[in-house]
């Protein structure tokens, strides 16, 4: 039988069933896609460990990547997700002779995360980010986008998988690789942290070109976000072809447009 965190029960393990397919059936079934809660009990920065990661690894079940995203709540630009997959034998002893700060990416400054960014992909198992686009944002749905930049993510990694930590809400990502949900898992899963870093990175790295390309909107600061700077530039300049017209402020731009042209 697979164990588990406390809080969730894992499937059942027939005579003569592999591994693998035990696994399947498990992250698809309602009882696999654990919703494992932990309070926050303190507003200071938390630092993730590998403890989630090492219930399974000691279940002979090495290949474990943390998956994340970013830029859900952006007004413009795609949205990214990055997986991480790190060695059992040799990542936590890296780790503790680094100097680096690795969780949740929105609690890093932008030179932390350039930092954290280099050691991740020196140091990693496997890693790899995806993309969705704003055009699939407007046509799917943000969740749905998100969950497409995360297979994206997954697809790109090049090496055997066998299991997703995913922070958030209990959702099936990939067809073939079961799921486990954490809350608040980007401030406590070690490889949940690490995938924020990078896709944060990628998308902030994204969203400076664009400002290359579009210098009116200010892209390069509030990197997408709805800041009054931006929100200013949308109701002066209008939207952009980068914008999500889905997204009531930007849809509100282009009703007023519509309306004034008319």
């Known amino acids: 039988e697979l164990s588990r965190p406390k809080g969730g029960v894992a499937g059942s393990n027939p005579a003569g069933d592999s591994r693998r397919n035990r696994l399947l059936r ?11 809660k932990r309070s926050i009990l303190s507003s200071m920065p938390i630092n993730p460990t590998f403890e989630y990661e090492e219930i399974y690894w000691r279940q002979n079940i090495p290949f474990v990547a943390g998956l994340d995203e ?5 007004l413009a630009g795609p949205v990214t997700a990055a997986a991480v997959i790190w060695d059992q034998q040799s990542s936590i002893s890296n780790f503790q002779s680094s ?7 929105k609690t890093l400054s932008a030179g932390q995360r350039e930092k954290a960014v280099k050691w991740i992909r020196e140091h990693a198992l496997a890693w790899a980010v995806g993309e969705a686009t704003v055009v699939e944002i407007d046509e799917l749905n943000m969740r749905n ?17 066998e299991l997703l930590l995913i922070d958030g ?17 980007d401030a406590l899963s070690f490889s949940i942290a690490a995938a924020s870093i990078l ?46 017209t889905s997204y009531a402020p930007v849809a509100s731009v282009l009703t007023k447009s519509r309306k004034s042209i008319s």
């Open 26 to 36: 498990w992250g698809s079934s309602s009882f696999g896609r654990l919703f494992l």
């Open 70 to 74: 970013a830029g859900m709540g952006a």
């Open 99 to 105: 100097n680096v700060a690795v969780r949740d990416s």
């Open 145 to 161: 986008a998100s969950h497409l930049a995360m297979r994206r993510a997954i697809n790109a990694l090049n090496h055997p998988l």
């Open 169 to 185: 809400a209990p959702a099936q990502i990939h067809d073939n690789v079961p799921t486990v949900n954490i809350i608040n898992g």
């Open 199 to 244: 896709a944060k990175v990628h998308r902030d790295e994204i969203m400076t070109q664009l400002d290359m390309q579009f210098p009116s909107y200010g892209f390069a600061s509030h990197k997408g976000y709805g800041s009054k700077q931006h929100l200013d530039a949308l109701r002066e300049h209008g939207a952009s072809e980068y914008h999500r």
